[in-house]
């Protein structure tokens, strides 16, 4: 039974159970405090939660996930081991408060052994057992369900049923929330099926778990207590990677005799078929006893299973729109990549090499993964950019390596040394450990492993969330009541607290929009009887209440008192514009570089917009031109905007979430006609036609993999405009032509120019040589055959003396040169000597050095060449 087939029976058994069949979410997560989608239940989270309400109860599903960074930073182990991945697939079904244990216990056995035909003997179960300290009590259900199955079948429970505590046997979502015991199911892979589960949780590849049935029945709280939950979920996660090898490398369960592997089974075989056709080796599937002691075949085997991975983990990553970077999730895709592409270099593989196999994985995964299809073009040219870049890096790198093995002291490489070469060049310590091996050195592992610890503590400072918010009274959010700007001006309302020092109101009900979503605030006037207070900012606090800063002090005896409230229209109109334009230019940049730009942040004020988006590489003028052109059509074509509410899992297909973005069961759709769909809850015009004019200002690069558009839209966009015929005009005034006649006249302009700065640099090198032969007659002999000249030269920059002097140098062997030359009321001192006039005792570096301070300058250099200046 291969991958497919093994998947495919998994959804059906669930969907004749009454399951509804999901797709897989993103492998980058909404939960923005997650490097990546790294477990089955990361998009049923709002539903564990109580936060939505899901369309079905019973769900089955095949998830992808990474695990690589973070707390699952064990990227050196892959490829080592036949069981570690950064991507693999987790098989799992759910029940929201549908079934629990008595069911899917059953469930699992029927499928593991009725329906697979794993042989039941080998297989265990885990029950939870609490030790001292540890929370709740007993898993006494689950235990009666195995033991009845277990006697069923003719097994003993107590040979087949074993205990584990908190850390083995009870799932936490955190430290608080949802948690509850869990039930894993192991199987015995020794040869003999006989160890009675002496090796289950003893950390034996031997004895590998299948399955974990996780019972969410309790809650977490503050104190550490627990309290029962009143609706009990279950979540289980199976690792197809795991199971399809074990069915392959053990035949169907007809032979136990090799050690158990993810890797060999057909998820795998077709990228290392196409390795090896690379490469011309083939995998043996070898283990390395040590890192140390690796013979040429575990060399290649462990390449191959490392690249194999790799590939896979970068394919689907970039499919899903997470491209290499510096930062986040993305630095963590450029290791991996970098990784990868060091053994593919081990390997002998030519440069390219790596990102073909991308097309491998589209091939055997783009019927499951329809996104690998869509967008695997895409995964290609990414990761083969990638490749090119860092081999470009990998050169310079091993050259930096050789230098230390060259002068390691006592043929020992220091761990900053690798520590440099690992975070700066990519180099994992392992093959700089191997390189430094095969050349009789050793790498001071101890003070490497030291300075992982600082990044990691790097970056787990870099991850906490720090939380900004004034300690406003009451609970309740404020009501927004602005998003038809026709109704901002004089609205009646009633100042509930003034915070802070005086600087900030809170407002029953408010016109202002607070900052949120790349919008900036409103700004406006907030009146009580003849007072009038500025308000220059707004804020939504962690309650929900929306901030005013006010210019002035407010008095704390204000609190009660009515108000009427009035934003800048016209500067809010201008933020609408460009917020809609945003839209309409996310769309387009999808319509014309593809369907994996997302939005990676923006922000939209009164005079311009600023849109980030996920794209490898630059955008030509040619298609930003044919961004620019769509976003105009479509204000032309006047399409109405439809906003409205629905809850989460109601909106729709179309509609682009913003991963990141946190979501409540309850969000706002913004919809452009039939073409832009997005949630959002900033202010819009009511039709695009609103907008009246766009203009691209310019596209840059903000960090690796992330681009920046900025533009300008309505009333700036025509003052742009204004500004450049103006412009445009006094250009052709000046070349007393039409304007369309300005760029002509300017490119032959330019012609001009430089034909003449080339007779000019001409003559000015002609000069030179002239002056330079001049000097050569005037060289004096000093001893044997070193001439000496020492002139003085006007009129010259200090790259031109530069030149005469190397020119001069040329035409005597052995030469002391020592020239000055003078422009602008500066000079410059250019000194040289020859070996065999520095093994009589001139030195430029000393003359240079004299000369320069005698005249309140300075200078320097080495023995042979300096330059100075005064």
Not at 161 to 170: D, M, R, T
Not at 238 to 252: A, D, H, Q, Y
Not at 524 to 548: A, M, P, W
Request: proline share 2%; net charge negative; hydrophobic share 40%.
């Amino acid at each position: 039974m291969d991958s497919s087939l093994l998947r495919q029976s998994f959804f059906d058994f669930f969907k004749s159970k009454g399951h509804a069949l999901v797709s897989s979410s993103s492998l980058r997560p909404e939960a923005p405090n997650l490097l990546f989608t790294n477990a089955g239940m990361n998009q049923f989270v709002p539903y564990l939660l109580g936060e939505r309400t899901p369309d079905a109860r019973r769900v089955v599903d095949t998830q992808k996930c990474m695990r690589a960074g973070g707390k699952h930073n064990d990227l050196d182990d892959v490829g080592f081991d036949t069981y570690h991945h950064t991507f693999f697939e987790m098989l799992g079904n759910w029940s929201f408060g549908d079934f629990f244990k008595e069911e899917i216990i059953g469930w699992a056995w029927e499928l593991l052994v009725h329906l697979w035909k794993f042989p039941k003997n080998r297989l265990y179960a885990t029950v939870y057992r609490p030790q001292n300290g540890d929370p709740a009590e007993f898993d006494s259900a689950s235990y009666e369900v195995w033991k009845n199955i277990f006697l069923g079948e003719g097994l003993d429970p107590d040979v087949h049923i074993k205990y584990g505590g908190k850390s083995e046997n009870f799932w936490m979502m955190g430290n608080t929330g949802p948690c509850g015991p869990c039930s894993e199911i192991h199987m015995d892979l020794t040869p003999n099926g006989d160890t009675n589960g002496e090796l289950v949780n003893g950390g034996d590849v031997r004895c590998m778990e299948l399955w974990n049935l996780v019972f969410m029945q309790f809650n977490a709280l503050n104190d550490g207590t627990f309290e029962s939950l009143p609706q009990f979920n279950v979540d289980t996660g199976m690792g197809l990677e795991r199971v399809v090898g074990i069915v392959s490398k053990t035949k169907n369960f007809t032979d136990f005799s090799r050690l158990p592997s993810n890797y060999d089974s057909d998820l795998f075989a077709d990228i290392f078929q196409a390795i090896g056709n690379m490469c011309g080796q083939k995998y043996g599937g070898s283990l390395p006893s040590s890192r140390e002691k690796m013979t040429e075949g575990e060399s290649v085997d462990f390449a191959f299973r490392a690249i194999a991975d790799h590939i896979r983990a970068l394919t689907f990553a970039v499919a899903d729109g997470i491209f290499p970077s510096n930062e986040g999730r993305g630095y963590v895709l450029r290791r991996i990549l970098r990784r990868a592409v060091t053994f593919c270099h081990n390997l002998g593989l030519k440069a390219g090499s790596f990102a073909e196999l991308s097309r491998v994985v589209v091939k055997k995964m783009g019927k499951i993964f329809g996104e690998l299809s869509e967008n695997g073009e895409t995964a290609h040219r990414v990761i083969c950019s990638e490749e090119i870049a860092f081999n470009r890096t990998l050169e310079r790198g091993m050259g930096i390596l050789n230098d230390l093995i060259a002068g390691a002291e006592n043929r020992i490489i220091s761990g900053q040394d690798a520590f440099l070469l690992y975070d700066t060049y990519g180099f994992p310590l392992d093959l700089t450990q191997l390189i430094a091996r095969n050349n009789g050195c050793q790498v001071d592992t101890a003070v490497f492993e030291g300075e992982m610890e600082k990044q990691r503590e790097r970056a787990r400072s870099a991850q906490k969330k720090i939380e900004i918010c004034l300690n406003s009274g009451p609970s309740s959010g404020t009501e927004f009541i602005g998003y038809d700007a026709n109704g901002t001006q004089n609205v009646p309302c009633t100042i509930l607290e003034v915070i802070g020092e005086g600087n900030y109101l809170i407002l029953d009900k408010t016109p202002f929009y607070a900052e949120c979503g790349g919008q900036v605030s409103d700004r406006g006037t907030i009146h009580v009887g003849e007072l009038s207070f500025t308000v220059t900012s707004v804020l939504r606090d962690k309650n929900g209440q929306i901030l005013h800063k006010i210019a002035e002090n407010v008095s704390k005896n204000l609190g009660g008192s009515k108000a009427s409230a009035s934003i800048d229209r016209r500067a809010r109109l201008a933020s609408a514009r460009n917020h809609t334009a945003t839209h309409i230019l996310h769309w387009a940049l999808r319509n014309v570089l593809g369907a994996h730009v997302k939005q990676a942040g923006s922000c939209v004020d009164s005079k311009r917009l600023r849109f980030d988006f996920n794209h490898f590489e630059a955008v030509s003028q040619e298609n930003l031109a044919k961004v620019e052109r769509l976003v105009q059509d479509k204000i032309l074509e006047g399409s109405s905007l439809s906003i409205f509410e629905t809850k989460f899992n109601e909106k729709p297909e179309d509609c682009i979430a913003n991963f990141g973005e946190k979501y409540g069961d309850i969000v706002r759709v913004v919809r452009i006609g039939n073409y832009s769909s997005e949630l959002c809850g900033g202010c819009h015009v009511v039709n695009t036609s609103e907008i009246c004019f766009f203009k691209i200002l310019g596209e840059s690069s903000i960090s690796s993999g992330i681009r920046r558009i900025e533009a300008v839209s309505g009333e700036e966009a025509i003052n742009l405009a204004n500004v450049q015929f103006a412009n445009l005009a006094n250009l052709a005034k000046i070349f007393s032509c039409k304007s369309d006649d300005v760029a002509p006249r300017v490119s032959a302009l330019l012609g001009k120019v430089n034909r003449l700065e080339t007779e000019v640099k001409a003559a000015r090198n002609s000069l030179l040589l002239d002056v330079a032969a001049n000097l050569a007659a005037k060289a004096n002999a000093l001893e044997g055959d070193i001439y000496g000249i020492n002139e003085r030269v006007s009129g010259f920059s200090t790259d031109e003396v530069r030149s005469m002097a190397a020119s001069l140098a040329k035409k005597f062997a052995e030469h002391v040169i020592v020239l000055t030359g003078e422009k602008g009321g500066k000079s410059t001192v250019v000194a040289m000597c020859s070996a065999e006039a520095r093994a009589l005792g001139y030195n430029a570096g000393s003359m240079v050095k004299e000369i320069c301070v005698k005249h309140g300058g300075n200078g320097g250099g080495n023995g042979s060449f300096a330059m100075g200046g005064f």
